[in-house]
């Protein structure tokens, strides 16, 4: 009999995307290998397990579900993705003195990092030194818990050690994947969603308003500047934006640029994915995105060429520049070059598209992540 595993996460969407992908891509390929439960704030697209929907954010909202989950579900394992299901696990299972019960935690980011990285360039540097100090306090309960950690960026371990004079002898290193309707979509049958901004070359962004964290406003911002700056080429380059509005944006807008909002059906995201040329990830420094990108992967999955900047690859260190994608500086100019030079040179990046989907299709599948994951969970719950 498989043992029973509560996935908890801040899972928040009808159709997962972003970091929503994670916890909810595991959980249908650890469903193989565990009888699963999900509880997260929104579980309503998982349709693989029972699932719980917490709708709130609060402590005490999710240590409620948590509580009653264990009660009813009696888990072998909780696998706990992020500060917030983290801290609410591990504060449930010592009130209910589960005994044979492990908890194993997952780091997406390491939020303290980000919000102190942010500090001088946001609107509300005082609000956000807030969040800091909550998080950093957070993350640090849940590290010196001495509960194993899986995290999905590399520098995950290293930070760690430098924010808290102590790297966990128990952490390993899971980045995301790749779901394999992208991996898969090679030949889309929906009608070109860009046919009438041909002939030009579609560099696609995209950006959803994420809760917090400012990072996809930032590249959204540097999309504007850089569409700005290559104007003149309209007809070799246009910009699509996926996750806003133009109404969202409160600056005026250069003609080679288009919002089409966010795409509510998984088959519309993937169908504008397929026909774009090149995928962008034009994030300043200050961003400080955490974890293996999504966006990145899912660009590498339907084979784009891919343009960044070094932030737009934070957990993605495997891929080399001119090897699997350009990679940039982080000025406008030095972005803009790149992205007129991609789109007037297709067919010269090709092995370097084909070079990155090999490495994709290899390793960053979610069956692939999930098996890696699964590994961890059987080695702890045996303990």
Wanted: aromatic share 12%; glycine share 4%; charged share 20%.
């Amino acid at each position: 009999m498989n043992k029973r595993l509560l996935i908890i996460s801040t899972l928040d969407s009808s159709q997962p995307f972003g970091a929503f992908t994670r916890p909810f891509y595991l959980g249908l390929y650890l469903a193989k290998y565990f009888e699963v439960c999900q509880l997260g704030l929104d579980c309503s697209a998982v349709n693989y397990a029972p699932s719980v929907s917490v709708d709130s954010r609060s402590l005490s909202s999710y240590i409620k579900a948590i509580q009653k989950c264990i009660e009813e579900f009696r888990p072998d394992i909780v696998y706990a993705q992020e500060t917030l299901p983290g801290l609410t696990a591990l504060i449930s299972l010592t009130l209910t003195k589960q005994k044979n019960c492990s908890l194993v935690l997952d780091f997406h980011t390491f939020s303290a990092f980000e919000y102190w990285s942010r500090l001088s360039s946001v609107a509300n540097p005082f609000k956000e030194f807030l969040q800091f100090i909550k998080t950093y306090i957070a993350q640090g309960m849940l590290i010196f818990s001495g509960h194993p950690i899986i995290a999905a960026g590399e520098s995950t371990p290293r930070l760690i050690s430098q924010w808290y004079g102590r790297k966990p002898s128990n952490i390993y290193c899971i980045g995301n994947g790749v779901a394999e309707d992208l991996l898969n979509c090679q030949f889309p049958s929906a009608p070109d969603p860009y046919e009438v901004l041909r002939p030009a070359k579609i560099v696609v962004v995209v950006a959803p308003k994420t809760f917090q964290f400012p990072s996809n406003d930032m590249s959204v911002s540097m999309t504007i500047e850089v569409a700005k700056h290559l104007e003149p080429f309209h007809q070799k380059v246009h910009f699509v934006v996926i996750g806003r509005n133009i109404s969202d944006v409160d600056q005026p807008l250069p003609s080679n640029i288009t919002f089409v909002g966010f795409l509510p059906e998984r088959k519309d995201f993937v169908n504008h994915l397929s026909y774009a040329d090149i995928g962008l990830l034009p994030f300043p420094k200050q961003a400080v995105a955490g974890g293996a990108r999504n966006k990145a992967l899912d660009y590498f999955a339907t084979k784009k060429l891919v343009v960044s900047t070094p932030e737009g690859l934070r957990g993605l260190e495997e891929f080399r520049h001119q090897q699997h994608l350009i990679v940039t500086g982080y000025s406008v100019k030095e972005v803009a070059d790149a992205v007129l030079d991609a789109a007037s040179h297709l067919e010269k990046y090709q092995p370097v598209v084909e070079t990155a989907y090999a490495l994709i299709q290899e390793k960053y599948s979610w069956s692939a992540r999930a098996q890696a994951v699964a590994e961890i969970l059987t080695k702890t719950g045996e303990h």
